[in-house]
């Protein structure tokens, strides 16, 4: 065809619903993270993690089971019972391991976008700062959500099920507490890495500071209890005010005597802060002085 036959045609193929035109992002997203077989290796280990409280839970309503591994039903139900430091464990073990793999994918989500003078050709498109937060987020979110709650909550389907007789009715606090505690772990979590992203632009740098966050803030938070006798410097640290707000939500007892309701505040500074960074950074211009 000669080139002045040539004429601009308009997109003819299906259109992405507004509403959720944000998940585009994920999809490209999750494509270059999984292309490292180190990490995609890792995110497997995280999924196997649940098979394991499974098998434990099946073993304590399986007496064959435990007669073939030589294990007493007495002895397993006192070594392990299944209540709330069952679930609170399983969240722990799982956040811990999301908080790894978030450190080393989070700094990657929207760096190179900034560094490569992107965002314009985003939001020269039908495409907002709000979607493009909430889809980076969605990046992040859905993942760590597939690995932590979400398991957990299918965790606690087994238990019932298993129990019979009422037993998910009387103990449904396990499930809202694995259900809250699991949002609010990947809300502060996803937001802090995106803002560290956001400023960021090299990424070991990125990965250590995040991990540095949590450290470093759990490390004054210590000597300020040696020193002073007082919990407050652990308003620093979002580890430890995620592990006294999921203690609290789970029932279990904690050393550390930061009120409940100061754990929750710092939190929600945590992600105010966070997506205060995001909204300086996330534009469709640059102003170079």
């Not at 959720?20 to 270059?32: E, S």
Request: net charge positive; aromatic share 14%; with cysteine.
């Amino acid at each position: 065809m000669a080139v002045v036959d040539r004429a601009w045609h308009g997109y003819k193929g299906e259109l992405t619903p507004e509403r959720w035109r944000f998940l585009v992002l994920p999809r490209f997203a999750w494509g270059d993270l999984f292309r490292s077989r180190i990490l995609t290796a890792y995110y497997g280990l995280c999924c196997l993690v649940p098979l394991v409280f499974a098998v434990l839970i099946y073993l304590r309503y399986n007496l064959g089971a435990l007669a073939f591994l030589g294990i007493q039903a007495e002895n397993l139900e006192r070594s392990l019972p299944i209540d709330g430091r069952f679930f609170a464990l399983f969240l722990a073990v799982q956040t811990g391991m999301g908080f790894v793999f978030s450190a080393f994918i989070g700094p990657a989500l929207v760096a190179p976008d900034l560094a490569h003078n992107a965002l314009p050709l985003y939001f020269g498109r039908p495409f907002s700062r709000s979607e493009y937060v909430i889809g980076k987020f969605s990046s992040l979110a859905i993942l760590l959500s597939a690995i932590t709650w979400v398991p957990g909550l299918l965790l606690f389907g087994l238990q019932s099920f298993m129990a019979g007789a009422g037993w998910g009715i009387a103990n449904l606090r396990f499930a809202g507490a694995m259900l809250a505690g699991g949002l609010l772990w990947v809300l502060v979590t996803s937001l802090l890495a995106l803002a560290i992203s956001a400023w960021i632009r090299w990424r070991p740098v990125a990965t250590a500071l995040l991990f540095g966050i949590s450290a470093v803030g759990a490390g004054i938070g210590a000597a300020v209890w040696g020193i002073f006798r007082t919990s407050w410097g652990f308003l620093l640290s979002p580890g430890m005010l995620l592990r006294i707000v999921g203690a609290d939500l789970f029932g279990v007892p904690l050393p550390e005597r930061l009120p409940v309701w100061a754990a929750w505040m710092g939190l929600l500074g945590f992600a105010t802060i966070s997506l205060i960074l995001l909204s300086r950074r996330v534009r469709a211009t640059e102003v170079v002085r």
